[in-house]
């Protein structure tokens, strides 16, 4: 079972949330975001972020994983949201059962966000990394995990970094997208690492 805060004044989310994660999470409703709100997880109402966009900054003390939810939000807003520590957007108008599948990937520490704007994801956080000295992704042990890669690993860890999804990268090594998916598995088990937005700081900051 998964504590969840949700802050969110919008009927139909506190509904779509009530009736969907209550069977098998804690949920907790809230109008106002207090120092002694503390939970697994913060679901934050994209309007409540409109409204008061320092709620980015402050949703991390009261939660490892926060999740936006919204109704049509700005692309560029999710990815700037994403940049700032955010989990992830869910979109409210998906199938509400993909939001336990949603909470249950930022829970294992994956994002959740629509495919199509990973690559953007990826080279806005490479861009971020470079211009911040204070982040570094690589730790003692990296040099030695990324000699363990095999050179088709590589290949697949490098075009991950220039933002390519899975059909690119299948299309330009000449093989599966299923295989390309059994090469991401191995590099993150290598890497000890969760997904490809992490794989591709850590091989931008490598070189």
């Known amino acids: 079972m998964v504590n969840i805060l949700l802050y969110s004044s919008n009927p139909q989310i506190s509904g779509m949330c009530k009736s969907h994660l209550t069977e098998i999470h804690s949920l907790e409703i ?11 997880i913060l679901l934050l109402d994209a309007c409540a972020i409109d409204r008061t966009p320092e709620l980015l900054s402050i949703a991390p003390s009261h939660a490892p994983h926060y999740l936006i939810i919204g109704h049509r939000w700005p692309e560029q807003k999710q990815i700037q ?45 490479i861009a971020k990394a ?36 899975n059909k690119q990268i299948a299309q330009n090594l000449n093989i599966s997208e299923r295989t390309v998916k059994a090469h991401l598995t191995s590099i993150f088990k290598k890497l000890n690492i969760s997904d490809r937005l992490h794989l591709a700081l850590l091989m931008n900051e490598s070189h």
């Open 130 to 165: 470079k211009h911040d000295t204070n982040t570094h992704t690589l730790s003692p042990d990296t040099p030695i995990a990324l000699s363990s890669l095999s050179k088709r690993e590589i290949d697949v860890a490098t075009r991950i970094a220039t933002g390519q999804n």
């Open 30 to 40: 809230i109008a106002t975001l207090e120092p002694q709100h503390h939970a697994d």
């Open 81 to 125: 949201a994403l940049l700032h520590g955010a989990s992830g957007y869910f979109e409210q108008t998906q199938p509400p059962e993909l939001l336990i599948k949603a909470i249950s990937s930022i829970q294992s520490g994956e994002i959740w966000i629509h495919r199509k704007l990973v690559p953007q994801v990826i080279q806005s956080m």
